[in-house]
């Protein structure tokens, strides 16, 4: 059975906890962190399984755990994810947006060969790139339209020098148009598939994103278009966003149970 570490309680971290209490695949959460104590206090009562709550992130993976999940925050990885592969452990990252640093993505990837060890990037909110990983290198052309309910883009960077007020839109309106590494500094903790996008494709700066903010939608859209000499894929994912996180659509929770679930379990694995 493998034993699990949790970074982050919030919406994702509590999902995937409950997910492993209810035993329907073999995991043992057994100890959890999140900078708020009460986040983490919070979280461990809804547990029948307790895991212990440690007193600093580092120790998670110093434990005997097998993998530590990452669901915080782009800090939380640039902080902990290093020593999380030094330690010996598998990582599972949530906020992908801190794999766009150059610097860190290499250091990290490298340290994955020195340490012989795995970082496991789940799909997130959108499908498809299993696809765009084996196009790759036939790949001309890769962009990402994601439309959201402007509650859901509430508090990024971007706004902070923007004319845009998300509380008097009318109608839809195009906040942002750039390229993934871009969109993923101004929006951290909103457009983590944009990240996922550029590192399965042809990069971040070559790929283009198109921000809409649209008061009449209840749901997190992404619209997906890659060509090349392989031929063209589209994909559209149209997403509930998480009663508990607005920013996060369900469909993330979802694969990141289904990358833990499949990581924790021997079996014949479907798909590229
Ligand atoms: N890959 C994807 O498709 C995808 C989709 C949605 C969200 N995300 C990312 O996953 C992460 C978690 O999302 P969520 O919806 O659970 O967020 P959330 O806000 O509900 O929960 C995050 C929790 O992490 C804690 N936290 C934040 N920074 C921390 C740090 N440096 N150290 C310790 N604890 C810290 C917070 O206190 C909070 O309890 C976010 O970074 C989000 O952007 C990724």
Redesign the pocket.
């Known amino acids: 059975m493998k034993k699990v570490a949790l ?7 509590t999902q995937i906890s409950l997910a492993i209490d209810s035993e329907k695949f073999p995991a043992k959460l057994t100890h959890v ?4 104590k009460d ?1 983490s206090l919070r979280l461990v009562e809804k547990l029948k399984n307790k895991p212990v709550i440690v007193e600093n ?1 580092h120790l998670l993976s110093s434990n005997q755990v097998d993998i530590v999940v990452e ?6 990885v640039k ?1 902990v994810a290093l020593s999380v592969l030094q330690n010996k452990k598998d990582l599972m990252i ?4 801190a794999l766009l640093d150059e610097s860190i993505y290499e250091i990290l990837s490298e340290a994955c060969k020195d340490f012989q060890k795995t970082i496991y990037l ?1 799909s ?2 959108i499908a498809g790139l299993d696809g765009i990983k084996s196009v790759q290198n036939e790949l001309e052309n890769l962009s990402i339209t994601t439309r959201k309910h402007p509650r859901s883009l509430k508090g990024a960077k971007f706004f902070e020098n923007s004319d845009i007020n998300l509380d008097s839109l009318e109608s839809e309106t195009v906040v942002f148009q750039g390229n993934a590494k871009e969109a993923v500094s101004l929006f ?2 909103n457009i ?2 944009a990240a ?1 996008l550029s590192l399965s494709g042809i990069g971040s700066e070559q790929t283009k994103v198109k921000i809409v903010a649209d008061p009449n939608t209840d749901k997190n859209t992404h619209h997906i278009e890659a060509s090349g000499t392989f031929g063209k894929m589209t994909f559209t994912i149209e997403n509930y966003p ?1 009663s ?2 607005p ?3 369900r469909l ?1 929770i979802l694969s990141a149970i289904e990358t833990l679930r499949k990581y924790c379990s021997n079996e014949i694995q479907i798909g590229t």
């Open positions: 970074l982050g309680c919030g919406a994702i971290g962190y999140d900078g708020s986040a992130p669901a915080a925050s782009q800090d939380a902080d949530m906020s992908v947006g789940p997130g909110a951290p903790a983590n598939v996922l998480d508990n996180n920013k996060t659509s993330a």
